[in-house]
């Protein structure tokens, strides 16, 4: 016999915000199993408003809204039984997000958190990222998103530390991130992995995620950094109206997509890792583990 349960996360991000729902199939004497069920991503680039005037616009408050009534809509129709909404970094920098996570909450029923970067590694930290880590193995977690980064350090099998910085995608197109905050990483990187031999990299975020799927590898090879490195220069030779044409991005990856690569090549290089693995993953799969194992 098994039991189903249906859990749903909200991730508000810098560059997009989605709804994650998730049939969680338990089944005395095997491993619960978390099977996805549907995924809605909406392209709202909060990170603009945020890092660049400091507050979320009024158009994008209102389109904050209606996403959010779709989302618990949603959640009604595939009778969701439990849910966790988290806004991570332009929430967190902008200075009516509290008064906007007030407005959802009276308007569309949804309670939001503001989380700090911390807590968002300890999030993503929940997913399944256990079972890609080996524990004779040491790898470098690096989530790349619209407004910070997430850095883990795993070494047998567990995490030895983490540290969020605020570089992001939009950020970067924004020229908002100074040459000291990437001293600050390549310092913090360097000095992390000093004790270690060998650096294996793990990436997330929906930029890794779409340049895996354009490298038409399987999913459990790896990334080289000469192909990264290689797909950085294309990418670069290409204009944003190419990159939606010729290579089928969406328009609010188009450009993201190259700020984030360069992340994950600095990362590489800095660690001196080689290989790098895309696991699906990322912090609304952490959520739902999150909430399901009793760790928020």
Same mark, same amino acid.
């Given at each position: ?117 911390? +807590?968002?590694?300890?999030? /993503? &930290?929940?997913?399944? $990222?256990? @079972?890609?880590? *080996? ?103 290409? +204009?944003?109206?190419?990159? /939606? &044409?010729?290579?089928? $991005?969406? @328009?609010?990856? *188009? ?42």
């Amino acid at each position: 016999m098994i039991t189903i349960k249906k859990y749903a996360a909200i991730d508000i991000g810098s560059n997009a915000m989605r709804l994650l729902i998730t049939n969680i199939v338990e089944q005395e004497g095997k491993e619960t199993q978390f099977n996805k069920s549907a995924l809605i991503r909406v392209p709202i680039r909060l990170g603009q408003d945020a890092f660049t005037s400091g507050i979320i616009s009024e158009e994008n408050k209102t389109r904050m809204v209606d996403a959010m009534e779709a989302f618990r809509l949603l959640m009604k129709v595939y009778k969701v039984e439990r849910y966790k909404a988290c806004a991570t970094s332009a929430m967190r920098d902008s200075k009516n997000g509290l008064e906007i996570t007030q407005i959802i909450k009276e308007k569309a029923s949804i309670d939001i958190e503001i989380i700090d970067g911390k +807590t968002e590694a300890a999030i /993503i &930290a929940s997913s399944d $990222l256990h @079972t890609f880590i *080996a524990s004779d193995r040491t790898y470098l977690y690096v989530d790349v998103g619209g407004g910070s980064t997430e850095f883990s350090l795993f070494s047998e099998g567990k995490m030895v530390t983490s540290k969020s910085f605020r570089n992001g995608t939009v950020r970067l197109i924004n020229d908002m991130v100074p040459e000291s905050t990437w001293s600050e990483i390549e310092t913090w990187i360097k000095e992390t992995c000093a004790p270690y031999e060998e650096i294996i990299l793990i990436g997330s975020g929906g930029n890794i995620n779409k340049l895996f799927k354009l490298s038409g590898k399987l999913q459990d090879k790896p990334l080289s950094y000469l192909y990264l490195n290689s797909q950085y220069q294309y990418l670069n030779s290409l +204009t944003y109206e190419q990159r /939606i &044409a010729e290579l089928g $991005l969406n @328009t609010d990856r *188009a450009d993201v997509i190259i700020p984030a690569t360069r992340i994950y090549l600095n990362a590489m290089k800095w660690s001196g890792a080689r290989q790098l693995f895309v696991p699906k993953i990322g912090l609304s799969d952490g959520i739902v583990k999150a909430m399901y194992y009793g760790k928020i």
